[in-house]
């Protein structure tokens, strides 16, 4: 089945540092890949998908990620970090079941001052 | 305004008790999912429908059961409430089709004691 990984339960980085947050997923054929974003008490924004094409895919608030096939990798990325990117990330695969998704466990992101 | 609503926003349940959990979509969109967030766990898919008249199960289905009665509603529903169904319940909709977005609501709040 399919599923993803986010290695990384909690990462702290510094405002204006750059961002790397990662995410392995289990696939056989090429995935749809989903980077979702959840602030405190929200709901989940999706940040940005990749399903073909372009391996470097761009997203919403400057975020971006590569999806490399030979890694079974798609690592969300952002040059500079602000403060308000606070916020629970959440990697997600296609699933099985109908077209719902497969999510990872997500990472908790802080930035300090 | 377009979007998915849930209701309601929050409640607390004596355990033993039932409980309809509510959610409407207006974006006309056929496939619709439920999600249980947990501390650590992500997301879990409880139950799905492709279109109205149609539902499957998920990961979670134990406990709950739903029902598409329209395009634009999927209520869920606790039969008998357990303290280990203290959750956030997400509700979700996106097109026919794996490759496309989720869009999810605010959530639930459950808590059943």
């Known amino acids: 089945a399919q599923s993803v990984t986010q290695p990384d339960i909690h990462i702290t980085v510094s405002e204006g540092a750059s961002l790397e947050l990662r995410c392995n997923y289990s696939?056989?054929?090429?995935?749809?890949l989903f980077w979702y974003v959840q602030s405190p008490g929200q709901g989940l924004q999706l940040l940005l998908k990749?399903?073909?094409?372009?391996?470097l895919v761009q997203g919403i608030k400057g975020f971006e990620a590569e999806f490399k096939r030979s890694q079974s990798s798609f690592n969300l990325r952002k040059p500079s970090v602000h403060w308000s990117d606070a916020a629970e990330y959440f990697c997600?695969?296609?699933?099985?079941?109908?077209?719902?998704?497969?999510f990872g466990k997500g990472t908790s992101l802080l930035v300090t001052p | 305004i377009a979007g998915i609503t849930q209701a309601p926003t929050s409640q607390i349940l004596a355990a033993g008790r039932r409980m309809t959990l509510r959610c409407t979509q207006d974006?006309?969109?056929?496939?619709m999912y439920w999600y249980r967030q947990d501390l650590g766990l992500g997301l879990r898919l409880i139950h799905y429908?492709?279109?109205?008249?149609?539902?499957g199960k998920g990961e979670v289905p134990d406990g709950y059961s739903v029902s598409r009665a329209n395009t634009d509603d999927f209520p869920l529903t606790l039969a008998s409430a357990v303290p280990s169904q203290t959750s956030v319940y997400f509700c979700?909709?996106?097109?026919?089709?794996?490759?496309?977005?989720?869009?999810f609501g605010p959530g639930t709040r459950l808590t059943v004691l």
């Open positions: 974006m006309r969109h056929n496939a």
């Open positions: 696939y056989g054929a090429t995935p749809y």
């Open positions: 979700a909709s996106s097109e026919s089709g794996g490759s496309n977005e989720q869009f």
């Open positions: 997600a695969v296609g699933a099985n079941s109908g077209y719902a998704l497969n």
């Open positions: 990749y399903f073909s094409g372009d391996t």
């Open positions: 429908s492709n279109t109205a008249g149609t539902t």
